[in-house]
């Protein structure tokens, strides 16, 4: 597992059905990416976040980010510098 998701949504005594409704995703959706078996996107992964930090029922009073909740994970999702374009495969005419 290269996240640390599922300690967090216990440590913050979400249920998986209860994170997956807050954030707006399906309960397949968290439970894959809990256990390390898809990816999420990074706007996935900031609602998972966003809906930790809005529980209602908080433990912790600590703005999680997502390179809290998914370490290794964000370095891979980080954009490239803007202006920056691939180029082009298309032959100059």
Known sequence: ???HLHSTRLH???ALAELARLSGLSEHTVRDIERGKRRGREITLHKIV???NENKARRRHVEYTVPDVFPLEWPQLTLPPRGSRPKSRRPKE
């Open 1 to 3: 597992m290269d996240n």
């Open 50 to 52: 966003n809906a930790l």
């Open 12 to 14: 913050e005594g979400l």
